[in-house]
């Protein structure tokens, strides 16, 4: 099936054939869904901290910087921006002039409110010879829009949404990857130090390394620290290969193999590769002017003090578990796996190899809003392959859509996942985990695409805050719903909390 051309293209990427023969059998087995046992609620899986907790929470995570540790802010950026504007590319290809949908005619509407007006004014003087207000005056509403999108325009259409401009103030607007820099000063920073991770596409990375080096200088001085901003791009040995209806390999009119991006999965390795002992993860998007980030950084402070206060305890009993643990202590520990790391064993086998397992692993506590109806994952008690049941962040397209039960689960779960981590990183004697070796990979997912014409099926990984870390202790906490506002339509940025 596969040629030698094949096996050369395959080496290239720095994958191995029997990586290739893995997905092309997952092609044809499909994957399995998972067993779900409950939704997490709050009291069943969820924490929900009170003021009094929330305060020593956020002093434990003030001690913990304050001991020199290194701390990371991991902030996915790869994605164009492209899919945040499909209403108005939509708009600019229609066979009608005016805006006839509502989103449309909320754009055109309110337009001025948008902090990139300004910049988009003057490309349309300089393109058009007209203003925006000229030109919406004049009825070529697809003049404004094309100046949105196009490369001789602003380019939105195509710039990662890192690079557009979200929020305005008078010293200027920003865009995302600023509010992401003013935040890694506000709770992130150790040492005078803000370290600072973007995952950037290839084809972007010089630009968003230009932008950050303009910016960077500006927030050091207001902040009164120094930043240390670094990047990455997916790795090629991350794609995984097209198929064919029928599961052969899907190949380009040149007679080549088709391959694609593995999702934001394939980001388990850039995060591997990060020194640090404490890494924050925020999507791009989730970002808030100034007025209203008090409420972000005390969460992420109270986030942040919940992993480290845990993991301090796990640390004790790993010490304990290297000795000789009397029964009092045995049960202890077992406790604390159970109801502070909400592991449950299979059927009651709990010995010091299941214990071990279960506290040497890394750590994750992730913020969950009220489930307000937003698309996306959301927070369950699922079962292991190993047969016990921990915490997981599920999509829906993990879940059999057959089961009414599950079905059910998912419809009624009282809340959802805005992809708001902190992670502990490193062992109890301070090595740093493998990260890959805690994936559990048969939760990866297939997808329809098309490509020039013909249908294929894609090959998605394990999702980074999914199966990518199915093997880690998940400890889930309710955040409030107003740290929690992510643009996923130009129009999102017309909200109150972005203006």
């Given at each position: 099936m596969l040629t030698q051309q094949d096996l050369q293209q395959i080496a290239q990427r720095g994958i191995s054939e029997e990586q290739i023969e893995n997905q092309l059998q997952q092609f044809k087995t499909g994957f399995p869904f998972l067993k779900l046992e409950a939704a997490a609620a709050v009291g069943n899986g969820i924490v929900a901290p009170d003021e009094q907790a929330r305060q020593q929470y956020v002093a434990a995570w003030q001690q913990y910087k304050a001991q020199g540790k290194r701390v990371v802010k991991f902030v996915p950026a790869s994605g164009a921006a492209s899919r945040m504007f499909k209403n108005m590319f939509a708009f600019v290809d229609a066979d009608y002039d005016t805006p006839e949908t509502d989103f449309e005619k909320k754009f055109f509407d309110q337009i001025e409110k948008f902090a990139f007006y300004d910049a988009l004014d003057a490309v349309c003087r300089k393109n058009e010879g007209k203003s925006i207000k000229e030109l919406i005056a004049a009825g070529n509403y697809k003049a404004v829009a094309a100046n949105m999108l196009k490369p001789e325009g602003l380019n939105y259409g195509q710039l990662p949404k890192g690079m557009l401009l979200f929020h305005r103030y008078e010293e200027g607007s920003r865009t995302p990857m600023e509010e992401h820099l003013v935040e890694g000063a506000l709770y992130a920073a150790s040492n005078g130090m803000s370290h600072v991770h973007f995952t950037v596409s290839h084809e972007h990375m010089d630009f968003f390394k230009q932008k950050v080096a303009e910016k960077a200088d500006d927030f050091a001085r207001k902040y009164g620290i120094k930043y240390d901003i670094t990047f990455s791009e997916q790795k090629p040995s991350t794609d995984t290969i097209a198929a064919n209806t029928d599961n052969t390999p899907f190949r380009e009119a040149d007679g080549k193999l088709l391959f694609r991006p593995g999702g934001h999965g394939a980001l388990i390795e850039n995060l591997n590769e990060i020194e640090a002992d404490v890494i924050f993860i925020k999507n791009i998007d989730n970002v808030v002017p100034d007025r209203l980030k008090p409420e972000t950084v005390e969460w992420k402070q109270v986030i942040a003090g919940i992993l480290v206060t845990l993991q301090k305890k796990a640390?004790?009993?790993l010490h304990i578990l290297d000795g000789t643990p009397t029964d009092a202590q045995l049960a202890e520990i077992a406790q604390f796996v159970?109801?502070?790391?909400?592991?449950?064993?299979?059927?009651?086998?709990?010995?010091?190899?299941?214990?071990?397992?279960k506290l040497n692993r890394p750590m994750r506590v992730c913020g969950v809003v009220k489930n307000v109806g937003e698309p996306g994952g959301g927070p369950f008690l699922t079962y292991n392959q190993d047969g016990t049941v921990s915490l997981q962040i599920l999509e829906s397209s993990q879940i059999d859509t057959k089961n009414e039960a599950y079905m059910k689960m998912f419809t009624q779960g009282t809340h959802f996942n805005p992809v708001d981590l902190v992670c502990a990183v490193r062992d109890y004697k301070g090595h740093p985990f493998q990260l890959p070796d805690f994936v559990d990979k048969n939760t990866g997912f297939i997808s329809s695409k098309s490509k020039g014409g013909k249908?294929?099926?894609?090959?998605?990984?394990?999702?980074?805050?999914?199966?990518?870390?199915?093997?880690?202790?998940?400890?889930?906490?309710?955040?409030?719903l107003g740290t929690f506002n992510p643009v996923k339509t130009v129009n999102d940025l017309l909200r109150e909390q972005h203006q």
């Open positions: 640390f004790e009993f159970e109801k502070d790391l909400c592991c449950q064993p299979k059927g009651n086998k709990v010995d010091i190899a299941y214990l071990r397992k249908e294929l099926k894609a090959l998605e990984l394990p999702g980074l805050w999914n199966g990518a870390m199915s093997d880690w202790s998940t400890i889930f906490v309710e955040v409030p």
